[in-house]
């Protein structure tokens, strides 16, 4: 019969023996572990990966500071008499090898009624902006020359055939005194392989001693993207959108329409 199984136990040491932190754990053998809520928070030196977020979203700003995509408003100051607060500006530019033409709109002027409605003092227009190269992809803005497009002249450039051309004379000082001394003439005719324009703005201005001749390509595509804005732009230039944004149903007033006969449509 094989000898019978013993185990021996190591006694277990006073509580005198034991450190001050074990004694307690020794005295309560089955106390439970203190609550989540009550411990240390983790020390600072523990790195943490931060969570990835569109560029869209700024999660420091409060929901109630956030706008449609996340970002926080934009802080706008207080608007500033005769400043440019919420103005927006707008330009498509053409960048070639001898020359950059930017196309920039510029609004009507408006002029308060007595009425308190306001009235169209003066058509806006698009102002080209020809700028000479001096280098690959460098342009002197310092030595640009302008042109300004009226309304009419962009309705003669969105009539144009593809072999038709125009050409548009321009006197800033017309009906003054320096009259003739700056003459600016703007040809836009046909390449000669029919699949674009040429832009040619000539110069000459004896009060500055200057006589520029500035000429540029443009493509059949940004031609067409020209023809697409000018569409766009005339009747916001010509202040009818204006018109039409102010157009309230609620204020509608009928009116009496005389009775039409040509004398009657001409004093309209």
Not at 131 to 151: E, H, I, M, N
Not at 194 to 223: A, C, H, M, W
Not at 235 to 258: A, D
Request: one cysteine or more.
């Amino acid at each position: 019969m094989p000898p019978p199984l013993s185990v021996s136990l190591p006694s277990p040491q006073p509580l005198s023996l034991l450190p001050r932190h074990a004694r307690a754990a020794h005295s309560h053998p089955l106390a439970l572990a203190q609550p989540l809520s009550t411990r240390a928070p983790p020390s600072s030196a523990c790195s943490v990966v931060p969570a990835r977020h569109s560029d869209y979203f700024d999660p420091r700003a409060p929901p109630s500071q956030r706008d449609a995509y996340g970002q926080p408003p934009l802080e706008r100051e207080p608007p500033v008499p005769g400043g440019q607060a919420g103005r927006v500006f707008a330009s498509y530019s053409i960048y070639k090898g001898k020359a950059a033409l930017a196309f920039d709109p510029r609004p009507p002027q408006f002029v308060p009624l007595e009425s308190g409605a306001y009235k169209v003092a003066k058509e806006g227009f698009v102002l080209l902006q020809f700028a000479p190269a001096v280098g690959p992809r460098q342009y002197d803005w310092t030595r640009k020359q302008v042109f300004s497009l009226s309304v009419w002249e962009m309705g003669t450039l969105l009539t144009l055939g593809l072999t038709d051309s125009c050409e548009f004379f321009h006197d800033p000082f017309k009906g003054r005194s320096d009259e003739g001394k700056v003459r600016k003439v703007l040809k836009v005719e046909p390449t000669p392989d029919g699949n674009g324009r040429f832009f040619n703005l000539s110069v000459q201005n004896r009060l500055l001693n200057v006589d520029e001749n500035i000429y540029i390509p443009i493509t059949k595509g940004e031609y067409a993207v020209i023809v697409s804005t000018f569409n766009y732009i005339i009747p916001h230039i010509m202040g009818w959108s204006t018109f039409t944004n102010s157009i309230k149903p609620e204020e509608s007033q009928p009116y009496n329409r005389p009775q039409s006969s040509p004398e009657l449509e001409w004093r309209r």
